[in-house]
């Protein structure tokens, strides 16, 4: 029967995907995984082959948006086939194309979800899922921009917080440090009236979310400039009005200073 | 060694849970579960014993809201204890205080990530992540506001989509519906000046997400209004600015008019 399964890796490692994932795998005739979109910093291809007792082609980035993922979609016109992607598997826009372009061959498609980087950041964080405003990606230094700065303007202006992914190329092995990002925030900062990123401001930053042993800081940017945060994937956060549950989850869980509760609503 | 571990189970099943979360239930002991905060609509918690062997108690909303999960933390004190939550664990913002109490209390924390309604409704949407904006609850009739209708006007203004969680009391089993919610903006709309929820206005509504068989349905609200989605739980989607690529996606996946390209920036 032909038909499309896309399934999400979730987070970390090969033990991310879930009990229903692990089954579409092993009845599935042909397996596809990527693995550039995101980086899985514990994974390893050959427990999950071992784990399902499949072989499992890996596709590229010129596999999947030059030719438009062709083997995947002329695999599941003979059977079933399964397609791997880290997180949750549309959070990645990329692969909305080969799901479109399922349905318009007829190709029957399913989603297993799996956790996504997204809803741990948010999590973890202890703050508010419905206080978060529009999300931005804070890009390399070679297409910086003012957007990203714009973003957590808006968003601050409005209350709200933003939740700043830090770029990644993870087939170059390149990944934006949360130092990085703050610099070059200040750098366009020098520009504009309203301050969000200087060392006086107050931000969270959180390194291998969804890892064994994620790395959360919250505190000023003057801090978090020097805070060693080890090893990446990164993303920070700038809170907008905190309410003082979202402060005591802060200086409970993300060693911020006590004074953040005078910063409340 | 004392350990408090929070176990997120995904979405619709007892296979929604990773194999990592898994491994964690297996090596606890003291496993504890709740199910109101989330509907998982095919989960059985005897196939989890079966899968985990091991028992697990149910806690209820008084167990973890009023008695502030004085269960889970006395365990946890004694041994390696894990909590089980429908979804990503702190999604439900209900948990983020468990976990406070545990950090005052000394109790080492690690979170072991799930699949969460979230990324699942934006993936399934076709919609880009990065462009929505503040996400909204529509409460019950009982509680109902102008908020939603100000959260998703604003949100418009800004040409950011918003994502509506519709209200469900899994302990009552009571699920606010697609219908009952857009009549309920309809009855905001006629005092409002902005018109964001009118007939000829553009949605998404989606059941089930998570489950095997989600309906997804993307049209002006005055047909969503009389369009069978089949069982809870539903969410709605209010789209802001289109770019051309989530129109393609609306169109090949949730049966959005042809004319939808035309309305696209």
Do not use: W
Request: with cysteine; aromatic share 6%; charged share 25%.
């Amino acid at each position: 029967m032909k038909e499309l399964i896309f399934v999400g890796l979730g987070l970390n490692d090969e033990k991310g995907i879930s009990l229903a994932g692990l089954e579409e795998i092993k009845t599935a005739n042909h397996i596809f995984i990527e693995l550039y979109t995101s980086l899985l910093p514990d994974f390893s291809l050959k427990n999950l082959e071992n784990l399902s007792g499949k072989s499992i082609k890996t596709l590229s980035r010129h596999d999947l948006e030059e030719e438009n993922g062709k083997l995947v979609l002329e695999a599941a016109e003979k059977g079933k086939a399964a397609f791997l992607v880290p997180g949750d598997p549309f959070i990645a826009t990329t692969h909305v194309t080969l799901r479109i372009e399922a349905a318009k061959r007829k190709i029957p498609t399913r989603v297993v979800h799996g956790a996504s980087i997204i809803s741990a950041i948010i999590g973890l964080s202890g703050l508010h899922n419905y206080k978060f405003g529009k999300t931005v990606t804070i890009p390399f230094r070679e297409n910086f921009s003012e957007t990203p700065y714009n973003v957590i303007a808006q968003n601050r202006q409005l209350g709200l917080h933003t939740l700043c992914l830090l770029d990644l190329k993870e087939d170059e092995k390149r990944y934006l440090t949360i130092n990085e990002a703050l610099m070059m925030l200040q750098e366009v900062e020098d520009k504009k009236e309203q301050k969000v990123a200087s060392n006086d401001a107050f931000a969270v930053g959180l390194a291998r979310a969804g890892g064994t042993h994620p790395t959360l800081k919250a505190g000023f940017v003057g801090e978090l400039l020097s805070f060693d945060f080890g090893a990446p994937p990164m993303t920070l956060i700038f809170p907008g009005q905190l309410h003082f549950m979202e402060a005591e989850a802060l200086i409970a869980l993300a060693g911020a200073p006590e004074k953040l509760r005078r910063m409340t609503t």
